[in-house]
């Protein structure tokens, strides 16, 4: 058929979009991972990271063509021992997630567990563009904390005269109540320590005393000898925080142990130096 005398012949064009780079995307299974106990050592979270593609489902071109990486980022370095890692399990395609927190963290004792995970293709970011390489998620851990032994020492010998008055000794006992890395235990920044000592004091000879030896909270020893006697004691010591202990069977101990397990005991002796009484 003929065109009219005002058509113009048909012309055609291809209209080509430019590509944009959209944002890598994954999915975290467990945003808080709880039920992590203090000093447990390496923990392993199996398919922790899933979904993982360098664009969205519907961007065919960069699934075909990009890959991606995976940095971990803590907030708090001196929180884990190394940095946290992910490993693509080649049987699932998903990735296991391991870390190991530091000696004595947990989650009262100040630090950040959260943990920043950037994902990045390699489609780059272009200047001017609505490109978008990279997504960051984040994690957290709650650690729950354990007590941890504490340390005592004494001094070796006490000597007083019969009959001295009431007797005290400042800072017989030198002690901590946990690590100094057991921030939640011992004296820190968040103020005096959440734990106290207790002392217990074995003594050979009680009859040389109308007030038997205690060791107090501060480490100070105090008695009083009875009237007109003299000699020698020989007291044996123990110390314990005032934390829960191994009753919980989570590996709390408030009692002072030596490295195979054994109570700790210091001993002492208070000789009372004889004094001629007038006739």
């Known amino acids: 058929s003929q065109r009219a005398s005002n058509e113009s012949a048909p012309r055609t064009f291809t209209i080509v979009p430019e590509p ?11 945003p808080v991972i709880s039920g992590i106990f203090e000093d447990q050592g390496q923990t392993t979270i199996a398919g922790f990271i899933t979904d993982t593609r360098p664009g969205p489902a519907s961007a065919l071109d960069e699934l075909a063509t990009q890959t991606f990486t995976f940095t971990v980022i803590p907030n708090d370095p001196t929180a884990f021992v190394g940095t946290p890692t992910l490993t693509l399990n080649p049987d699932t395609n998903v ?32 200047p001017g563009t609505a490109d978008v390489d ?29 009959d001295q008055p009431g007797t005290i000794f400042p800072a017989f006992a030198t002690f901590t109540v946990g690590p100094e890395t057991a921030r939640d235990e011992t004296t820190d920044t968040f103020g005096p320590p959440t734990q106290l000592p207790i002392f217990t004091l074995a003594i050979d000879n009680p009859g040389m005393f109308t007030e038997l030896p205690t060791i107090d909270e501060t480490g100070q020893l105090s008695f009083v000898t009875a009237p007109n006697r003299n000699g020698q004691a020989i007291v044996v010591v123990t110390m314990q925080d ?10 709390d101990e408030n009692r002072a142990i030596d490295e ?20």
């Open 134 to 162: 990279s997504l960051t998620q984040e994690f957290s851990l709650v650690v729950d904390e354990l007590n941890d032994a504490p340390t005592f020492d004494v001094t070796l010998e006490v000597t007083v005269n019969e």
């Open 20 to 30: 944009v780079n959209e944002a890598p995307e994954f999915t975290i299974t467990q």
């Open 242 to 251: 005032d934390g829960v202990g191994v009753e919980t069977g989570n590996g």
């Open 95 to 126: 990735w296991d997630l391991a870390f190991t927190t530091a000696q004595d963290v947990n989650s009262q004792t100040g630090h950040d567990l959260t943990v920043q995970i950037l994902m990045q293709d390699d489609g780059g970011v272009r």
């Open 260 to 279: 195979f397990g054994a109570v700790v005991e210091r001993t002492f002796t208070i000789t009372v130096t004889p004094i001629n009484d007038a006739p």
